[in-house]
């Protein structure tokens, strides 16, 4: 396949459902944000920021872009086992960061597990760095 078989596009409220789905098969761990609200409260917020690549009508990769004003933050990059190796996720990022330098985004912070060793080659191969003095911390609003 080649890119012209590949559209992206920016998901809907009717896609959510679909992408939890694909996300259970084809993305690394899980949030307490992956159910149909969760999405749901990000696309009402910011309906551009979930970008979906489908070949033949086919949901084949995600990428949320999300941007606060501040900080530009991809999160979610994740490609279908059986599309992965044919660009499908550069296209998903090259799609975000058009997205963020539209918004006047002036640098991209990526959430990238630190075991998935396959999404580091993918992100340094789009010149992201990792870096090493910072450390995510998390506190859930929720039980």
């Given amino acids: ?11 809907t409220l009717s896609d959510i459902d679909t992408v939890l789905r694909f996300w259970r098969d084809a993305a690394e761990g899980t949030s307490i944000s992956d159910d149909h609200d969760g999405v ?4 009402t917020r910011d309906p ?23 900080r530009c933050s991809a999160y979610r990059l994740a490609v279908h086992p059986g599309h992965r190796r044919q660009g ?3 296209a998903l990022l090259e799609a975000a960061e058009q997205r963020f330098a539209a918004l006047g985004g002036r640098r991209v912070d990526a ?7 396959q999404a ?4 340094a191969a789009r010149a992201y760095h990792r870096e090493d003095h910072w450390r995510r911390w998390v506190k859930p609003l929720t039980d």
């Fill in 48 to 70: 551009e920021a979930l970008l979906l690549a489908e070949r033949d009508g086919v949901l084949a990769g995600t990428v949320i872009a999300g941007f606060d004003g501040w």
């Fill in 88 to 90: 499908i996720a550069t």
């Fill in 120 to 123: 580091h080659h993918t992100w």
């Fill in 1 to 11: 396949m080649n890119d012209l078989d590949l559209r992206i596009r920016h998901a």
């Fill in 111 to 117: 959430m990238v597990l630190e075991a998935n060793e």
């Fill in 40 to 43: 749901a409260r990000l696309l």
